[in-house]
């Protein structure tokens, strides 16, 4: 049974630091190009970040680029993203998700998916 399980989430100002994580098992973590997307109340979940199996290849949302950073660590089965600089547009729950093999920023191409972690970023 796959499990993504993320954490870190939290109240934090504008300006301030987060950094999440995803938990994943019951799958081969290093098999899996890993995601990040978020949903505002009101809006439709989009694409924040992606990493490659290896993590030698990432994508960023061009509203993050700069900002946040992805990372994993496959002996570990474990996704981050180190998000700086942060906005109050940035609130939103934020999901990971796992796709075999290549990312991508299609969420319709994700095969597992985290229950979530909340982020909300104070004026």
């Known amino acids: 049974q796959v499990q993504l399980v993320e954490s870190g989430g939290g109240l934090v100002q504008s300006g301030g630091s987060l950094r999440l994580s995803c938990a994943a098992s019951g799958l081969t973590f290093g098999g899996y190009a890993m995601g990040w997307f978020r949903q505002a109340v009101g809006k439709e979940r989009e694409f924040v970040v992606a990493?490659?199996?290896?993590?030698?290849?990432?994508d960023y949302a061009d509203s993050v680029k700069g900002r946040f950073t992805i990372s994993r660590d496959n002996a570990k089965n474990t996704m981050y993203v180190q998000m700086n600089s942060l906005k109050p547009e940035d609130t939103a729950v934020y999901y990971c998700?796992?796709?075999?093999?290549?990312?991508?920023?299609?969420?319709?191409?994700?095969?597992?998916w985290g229950q979530g972690t909340q982020v909300t970023v104070s004026s």
């Open positions: 990493i490659s199996m290896s993590g030698g290849s990432t």
């Open positions: 998700a796992a796709r075999r093999l290549r990312p991508s920023r299609s969420q319709l191409e994700y095969q597992y």
